[in-house]
């Protein structure tokens, strides 16, 4: 449903995020995690068409991005970091408006409305003024706006940020069951949402992709396990099995590739470094090795900077 | 053509919903209340030294009606250069502020329906303050004649160079995420295109020339007349246009630059 390719956004002084590849699957939740200052909130308006990339491509639905802007954007909702409202409206008339310029039929609107208002609960408050609602009230009318429209991509930046505990577990309720008919990638820094929520997860830190698994293997990351990113320019099938068989290698997995450059993230039995083993097979074949990194230690690293508590979140509340 | 009208409505809507509009409106008819009046009492002192000379010197035709309104609208077109930069100042800036750009721009709309949307917007309250400039204006109708050709030359006038004010006040709102800034630097762009007709008087022939073509209240005069010329018409059309696209190029900026 959404395929990035070689994302990468440069500005004048720093790269915000740089060769960022992967894909999302129809019906699935995919988890962005990562610390703050990333560039989750960079490759998501990337894809939604707020900002062009440097490079690379997006594809929604088929649909590029920077070639078919408006294809693209009927197709996804958006919660932006802070819910775009305008605090002198009132609900209705708020998710009216948003109704009208995402398109919706003239006579589909009320019903439109009334159905994203019950699906996030405020149809208690339809009647009063943005800038009057609670943090939490705010936050949801934010989602209502992105699920107008019923879009088959839902883009959710922090969907979660400033709730209160039970309205946290509500919005992932709701997240969850839009899984299926709708294909979502949300962006979050704490650790047990995207164990709850999502079903594959990327981590990104200082702008690259440092690891794609589901929870459950992420968990055992965490836990402990050697991972080894290795570039490598030669014959992609044949550089993947030989990397498979080298002792001590659990799994490979190819992240990306570019003019016959591709790169591999490895992972190895812990406690045992198997990097001079890797490169002695590379250089071997007669391949070229361009990078090899021991990334466990990063990895650690990013982790330390994410929320993995859910109760420092609450407190701070 | 529906997007654009969304658009407009929610704009026209925060217009009223915030006292700007009360403000504008009311100051302005306020002032032109005062200058309406005071104009009319020159223009009777006017009449009665007239008719005091035309006692010796014979019967002079006058227009006093044709004065008054002449007078009035002139003013007007002064009054309006300050007041047009209140109602663009926030049109993007508050956008900007507020993180709503990122809705505009991630929804179906083109970048051309939303620039359009906002200046319509603004248009459309321009029109309702042109409108209220009838209320002294109809104190002529009621007690004399005007000339309506004149009238209406003057009216089209006011309504181009408004236009082409607000797509200036447009245009200065995509730089900032401050109002107060924006309605500041629209304010001294308009002045200054106001003032090249100062730096015009002192000039040398040619730059002469050329400064007063600039000045955005010179090509006023002959619309005041009750003479409708192509070439206003196209100066003030053209820097509409101008201001328009580099509006739209200020929004496109605005994406790469995030």
């Known amino acids: 449903m959404i395929k990035v390719e070689n994302l990468t956004k440069r500005y004048a002084a720093k790269t915000a995020i740089e060769a960022v590849s992967f894909e999302v699957q129809k019906g699935e939740i995919l988890g962005f995690l990562g610390p703050n200052g990333a560039g989750k909130t960079t490759t998501m308006r990337i894809i939604t068409g707020f900002m062009p990339a440097s490079g690379g491509t997006v594809r929604v639905d088929g649909f590029d991005v920077f070639d078919t802007p408006l294809e693209v954007r009927r197709r996804i909702g958006y919660l932006p970091e802070s819910p775009p409202l305008y605090p002198e409206m009132n609900v209705t008339g708020y998710l009216r408006f948003v109704a009208k310029i995402k398109g919706v039929p003239k006579d589909r609107i009320d019903s439109e409305v009334k159905r994203v208002m019950d699906r996030v609960s405020i149809t208690d408050v339809k009647e009063r003024i943005i800038a009057k609602l609670s943090k939490g009230y705010k936050q949801r009318v934010g989602i209502a706006q992105a699920l107008l429209g019923d879009p088959p991509v839902l883009i959710l930046d922090e969907p979660t940020i400033g709730l209160d505990p039970k309205q946290i577990l509500e919005v992932r309720e709701l997240i969850k069951g839009l899984a299926g008919n709708h294909t979502v990638v949300l962006s979050t820094h704490i650790l047990p949402e995207v164990e709850q929520t999502c079903h594959r997860v990327i981590i990104i830190d200082r702008g690259r992709i440092v690891a794609v698994d589901t929870p459950q293997n992420l968990r055992f990351q965490l836990q402990g396990a050697e991972r080894i990113f290795v570039e490598v320019a030669g014959p992609a099938g044949e550089v993947l099995a030989k990397l498979r068989a080298t002792p001590g290698v659990i799994n490979v997995r190819e992240l990306n590739a570019q003019n016959g450059q591709h790169r591999f993230q490895i992972e190895g039995q812990l406690h045992k470094d198997i990097r001079s083993d890797l490169a002695r097979v590379v250089v071997q074949s007669g391949w070229g090795l361009l990078e090899l990194q021991s990334a466990s230690m990063s990895l650690e690293d990013i982790f330390l900077k994410l929320t993995t508590a859910e109760e420092v979140e609450k407190s701070s509340n | ?258």
């Open chain 2, 1 to 258: 053509m529906r997007n654009i009208l969304a658009i407009i409505e929610r704009e026209l809507r925060a217009y009223f919903s915030s006292p700007i509009a009360y403000v504008v409106l009311t100051i302005f008819v306020f002032l032109s209340g005062l200058f309406f009046r005071t104009i009319l009492s020159q223009v009777l002192q006017m009449g009665l030294m007239a008719a005091m000379q035309a006692q010796q010197l014979g019967p002079r035709p006058m227009d006093m009606p044709g004065m008054i309104s002449r007078g009035f609208l002139s003013t007007m077109s002064v009054i309006l250069l300050f007041m047009i930069p209140m109602i663009t100042m926030g049109l993007f800036s508050e956008e900007k502020k507020r993180g709503t750009i990122e809705l505009l721009l991630t929804a179906p709309l083109t970048d051309v329906q939303v620039v359009l949307g906002k200046f319509l917007a603004a248009g459309t309250f321009f029109l309702i303050m042109l409108g209220l400039t009838w209320v002294p204006m109809s104190i002529l109708y009621l007690y004399g004649s005007p000339a309506s050709g004149p009238i209406l030359t003057a009216y089209l006038g006011l309504l181009l160079y408004g236009l082409a004010i607000i797509a200036i006040g447009l245009f200065i709102s995509t730089l900032t995420e401050n109002q107060i800034i924006a309605a500041v630097i629209s304010f001294g762009a308009i002045m200054m295109l106001w003032l090249v007709d100062v730096l015009a008087s002192n000039a040398e022939s040619g730059s002469k020339d050329v400064l007063t073509y600039l000045s955005i209240l010179s090509h006023l005069d002959d619309f005041m007349k009750g003479v409708l010329s192509t070439s206003h018409v196209i100066f003030y059309l053209s820097l509409m246009l101008v201001a328009l696209f580099m509006t739209y190029r200020s929004i496109d900026s605005l994406r790469w630059r995030g």
